[in-house]
């Protein structure tokens, strides 16, 4: 027996995040996770902004366990505890003989699990973090489950998650179901089809926001009328307005409306009571950069989105538009002369040599 205990088994599995241009925010079941309204987001490159999680798993552990980017959290939360539900009764079989490994399904619910995981960009700082973290989390344990089923997982985990198991432009479902059976995440298109989209992400802070998004979007669904009118009125047209600019590459209608959707989500934010600063003041001079530069050209080369935080998700419309855009980034917030911007992240280090 003692002998028996002596195994571990660990499966690692790589997540990429995903940042909205038509947002989620509202839940209308706050177990399960239903939003009040369709959303679309763009999955960044897996080799750039992504989680990496690490699940371990031995007869020798005595409780469940998580390590988020060094430091243990704790794991009592719904967030969590629904998600290793989920995927607990969909394990399958495990049988690794050389190691001495044998899992039966039914072991599942008794054994447990340590987790490491940690993200190579900054945590709880609004570039969806609890995406690429849940999203991560519902790969593993072998669960041999199709995307959508992994993706409904997730989502139970942290809404923006499910969006982050597909490639590309994404849109999640809200569904009408009480049972969130027809709440799903879709893929729109896929990463090659507008490739020549550039994503810069400005960090302005990687400090932890102080109104989580769960608790935020909680707060407006309890007191902002203008959220409401926002996810009955105008949520549908966009959807349909932004698949279309997204299937015909029509970038500025794209811009157009992935720019209004961000600052109408941060007006919503300034609509609840109390109310909730997400961006600050460098985030605004941000908006009025891209803006101007848009004005002055006659038709937009940079759209700017912003989630439950002051980092500054900029999509350039080609790679000159991109280089352009690092210069002039560069010339209004130069590095190390002061501490409005901390870096810059880009996809393809070549544009930097570009802007050089
Ligand atoms: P963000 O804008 O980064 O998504 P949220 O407020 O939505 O911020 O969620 C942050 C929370 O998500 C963290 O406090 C943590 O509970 C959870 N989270 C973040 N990263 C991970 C991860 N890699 N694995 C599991 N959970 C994570
Ligand atoms: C502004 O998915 O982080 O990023 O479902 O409570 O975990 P929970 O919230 P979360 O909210 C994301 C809000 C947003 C917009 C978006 O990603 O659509
Ligand atoms: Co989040």
Redesign the pocket.
Known sequence: MAEEKKWVRLVTAKTPTNIAVIKYWGKRDEALILAINDSISVTLDPNHLC?T?TVAVSPAFQQDR?W??GKE?SLA?D??QNCLREIRKRACDVEEEDKGIKIAKKDWESLHVH?A???NF?????????????A??AKLMNVKEDQGQLSAIARQ??G?ACRSLYGGFVKWIMGNSEDGSDSLAVQVTDEKHWDDLVILIAVVSSR??ET???SGMRESVETSLLLKHRAQEIVPKRIIQMEEAIKTKDFPAFARLACADSNQFHAVCLDTTPPIFYMNDTSHRIISIVEKWNLAEGTPQVAYTF???PNAVLIARDRKAASLLLQRMLFYFPPGAGADLNSYVLGDESILQDAG
């Open positions: 989680t999680t998580m988020l980017n959290i939360g967030r969590y987790i995981s940690y993200n900054p945590t709880a700082a609004g570039l969806a973090s609890s995406a690429a973290g849940l991560c989390l985990g942290s923006s932890q926001k989580s998004s769960t989630d439950a935080g």
